[in-house]
């Protein structure tokens, strides 16, 4: 069900040192793939960084230690020059760019892997670090790899009735 699915997925910060299998990674990308987006217009990009000294770009770019030892990092990029835009001028693509990230959480946890979703990076460092071209914004970085412990910490969300306002 996919309740429990949403239930099981949390924020990894600890990852095992242990390979990510090529199938394995493909059938994320494939949850992102599949994924909806604004007009159907498909801005995202994504760039798979399994080797070390590319990761250590990825790494200085959020030096924290525990992301360091992720074997596999995403990173989640947005073309502007394909994303829709909104008469108003709101430009879609971070919307696309979240529903991405989630399917891809999802797919991870379903696979038994796991993810945290980090957005405060420099972006500019990692653009420039990977010659990404002017059009091209790195809006996240996910960080991919097997759980070093099966417990699944207990998660502080608010009500439904703090979340919601129903309007009958």
């Given at each position: 069900?996919?309740l429990?699915?949403?239930?099981?997925?949390?924020?990894?910060?600890?990852?095992?040192?242990?390979e990510?299998?090529?199938?394995?990674?493909?059938?994320?990308?494939?949850?992102?793939?599949l994924?909806p987006?604004a007009?159907?217009?498909?801005p995202?990009?994504?760039?798979?960084?399994?080797?070390?000294?590319?990761?250590?770009?990825l790494?200085d770019s959020y030096p924290?230690?525990?992301?360091?030892d992720?074997?596999?990092?995403i990173?989640?990029?947005?073309?502007?020059?394909?994303?829709?835009?909104?008469?108003?001028?709101?430009?879609?693509?971070?919307?696309?760019?979240?529903?991405?990230i989630?399917?891809m959480?999802?797919a991870?946890?379903?696979?038994?892997?796991?993810?945290?979703?980090?957005?405060h990076?420099?972006?500019?460092?990692?653009?420039?670090?990977?010659?990404?071209p002017?059009?091209?914004?790195a809006?996240?970085l996910?960080?991919?790899?097997y759980?070093?412990?099966d417990?699944?910490?207990?998660?502080?969300?608010n009500?439904i009735?703090?979340?919601?306002?129903?309007?009958?």
């Amino acid at each position: 069900m996919f309740l429990d699915l949403a239930k099981k997925r949390y924020s990894l910060r600890t990852y095992q040192d242990k390979e990510v299998e090529r199938d394995k990674i493909l059938a994320i990308l494939e949850a992102a793939r599949l994924s909806p987006s604004a007009v159907n217009k498909q801005p995202l990009h994504y760039l798979v960084v399994t080797n070390k000294e590319q990761r250590q770009k990825l790494v200085d770019s959020y030096p924290r230690d525990w992301f360091k030892d992720a074997p596999v990092i995403i990173v989640v990029c947005l073309d502007h020059s394909k994303s829709w835009v909104r008469r108003d001028g709101k430009d879609h693509g971070d919307i696309d760019g979240g529903i991405a990230i989630a399917n891809m959480t999802l797919a991870a946890t379903d696979l038994g892997l796991g993810t945290c979703i980090v957005c405060h990076f420099d972006s500019k460092k990692v653009e420039q670090d990977f010659n990404l071209p002017s059009h091209m914004e790195a809006i996240a970085l996910l960080p991919v790899g097997y759980p070093t412990t099966d417990d699944i910490p207990e998660k502080k969300r608010n009500s439904i009735d703090e979340l919601t306002t129903w309007i009958e």
